[in-house]
């Protein structure tokens, strides 16, 4: 956004965009910051101090307290009442994200050559791993389900990218690999410019956000006349765009450059579930939000209840001088009067339209999820006897069918992040590629257990069908160890040791 006293938006050398286009699209972006912000709050559920810091019993709150209603969070309360916070979103975000990224994922070419389906193999696995793999994966998809979408940026560093294409070939791919990096926007920092022709392409985009720097502030005084040090912070902003990108910090370009080997925005934008005609996705977490209020709001007036109810008490009759006595188990007290009595009364009593209204509302939250306690190991007596994989499948078919959809998002955003990379490594001169050989499939793991004999099975109908053997035994977690290879996708037997002859 432009500061006072700035003389006007300044002209961006490199990337065909409007400064006042750029700037109004940082400024819609944060606008919406209070709702992502909200998402957040509810997926983390941190602690915060209290809205009162001289409030009654009570100095901090869970942020899901901010859905509770007034009369269970209002302070100035001399006896303030329960508030109970069960996280319902988080375990159910963390079980999704297991079963769409709970083992790593292998990335194939379909097109080309043996050797340029080996070296596109290579290639990707080295960028993907030193960007992070499987962690990276599962970062994006934490992002993608709490806010709706994540967007993946393709940084290249284009003068490493250089000296590896002319170095030695032995070790040019790994060089190669070293000068590109593929790295997560945060929702909550990005800010796309939109084609307005096609909701679906980008034009442009903006990452905005304030940074913490090393320097040292020293420009404020305490009450107590001392200087006040703190560290700086500084306004960041990276454009992209089409044909260049340039970086600002505190409203001054300080770096940027046209594109050699890109073309395009190198940003590829992933929606958790797609949503048509709209560039955000749908995410996981706002759905949830008004029946995890209901559930606290139940959970915590049931707790004042049974604070209220749970104590017996008793209502003595006929005996004198009996509040100055001390009550307590095996006390005999002796009277004269033979209607004297003590009738007890309180304690707590069954509820059961209460217990079906909380049950009810966990049913709603797993019709809504898609994912049913089970998925995350917790096993209720209502699923019946699970005598096999396939009645284990019936029991999740809503979180399988979800996950599958999710795959496709996901794996189309990652297959278009690889065609970048070989792009640039194609324009770079490391790898020759076309644009067919540039198409990957990815190979995703089962994300239910498999017993072993099944898994044996597998492993020998994809022998069968004529996948390598190393490749089976990769997916089966065994290393293939260098040997010679008989036909038939068997490795021909060894000479036997000392050990194996004895």
């Known amino acids: 956004m432009m500061k006072r006293g700035d003389q006007g938006p ?23 910051l209070p709702a ?40 100035g309360s001399q006896s303030p009442r329960e508030v109970v916070i069960e996280n319902d979103i988080a375990w159910r975000i963390h079980t999704m994200i297991d079963f769409l990224f709970g083992k790593p994922i292998k ?5 080309g050559d043996e050797a340029t389906r080996g070296a596109v193999d290579e290639a990707l696995e080295r960028v993907w791993d030193g960007s992070g793999g499987l962690d990276l994966l599962q970062d994006a ?61 980008l034009v442009g985009y903006a990452i905005d956000f304030e940074r913490v720097t090393n320097r040292v502030d020293r420009g404020g005084w305490s009450r107590w006349g001392e200087r006040e040090t703190s560290r700086a912070k500084g306004q960041m902003r990276e454009v992209f765009g089409v044909s260049g990108w340039d970086r600002f910090e505190d409203g001054q370009r300080v770096a940027g450059g046209r594109y050699r080997f890109l073309s395009g925005v190198p940003v590829v934008h992933v929606q958790n579930v797609s949503q048509p005609l709209r560039y955000e996705g749908l995410g996981e977490v706002e759905p949830l939000i008004p029946l995890q209020d ?22 003595a009759r006929g005996f004198e001088g009996l509040d100055a006595t001390q009550i307590g188990p095996g006390r005999v007290f002796v009277v004269d009067d033979p209607s004297a009595r003590i009738d007890a009364f309180g304690g707590d009593a069954p509820v059961p339209s209460e217990e079906q209204h909380v049950n009810e509302i966990r049913v709603a939250i797993d019709k809504v999820s898609g994912v049913p306690p089970i998925a995350a190991g917790s096993v209720e007596a209502r699923i019946g006897n699970l005598s096999s994989a396939s009645a284990l499948r019936v029991t999740m078919v809503g979180l399988l069918a979800k996950t599958d959809r999710k795959r496709a998002t996901y ?34 793991g089962e994300p239910l257990p498999i017993d072993d004999r099944d898994q044996l099975a597998l492993a020998r109908g994809k022998l069968d069908l004529g996948v390598p053997l190393e490749r089976v035994q990769e997916e089966l977690g065994y290393v293939p160890r260098p040997g010679p290879v008989s036909g038939g996708g068997a490795h021909a037997p060894e000479e036997p040791t000392q050990e194996q002859g004895e």
């Open 411 to 444: 794996g189309r955003g990652i297959r278009r992040v690889c065609e970048i990379v070989l792009e640039a490594f194609d324009a770079a001169g490391v790898l020759a590629t076309t644009r067919r050989e540039r198409r990957v499939g990815i190979e995703w």
């Open 10 to 32: 300044r002209p961006l050398p490199n990337a065909k965009l409007d400064p006042a286009l750029v700037d109004l699209a940082v400024g819609e972006h944060r606008r919406r």
């Open 107 to 111: 990335l194939v070419a379909e097109h």
């Open 36 to 75: 992502l912000d909200r998402f957040w709050a509810y997926y983390r559920n941190p602690t915060r101090p209290a809205a009162e810091p001289g409030q009654v019993g009570r100095s901090r709150l869970l942020a899901q307290a901010d859905g509770l209603p007034e009369r269970l969070t209002k302070p």
């Open 141 to 201: 998809a934490l992002f993608g389900h709490v806010f709706g979408h994540v967007d993946f940026l393709v940084r290249v560093d284009e003068a490493a990218l250089t000296r590896a294409a002319s170095g030695p070939e032995a070790d040019r791919l790994e060089r190669a690999a070293d000068a590109v990096r593929i790295e997560i926007i945060e929702p909550r920092r990005g800010a796309a410019l939109i084609d307005d022709a096609d909701y679906r392409r």
């Open 294 to 315: 209901e559930l606290n709001t139940r959970l915590s007036d049931r707790a004042n209840r049974v604070t209220l109810q749970s104590f017996q008490m008793y209502l």
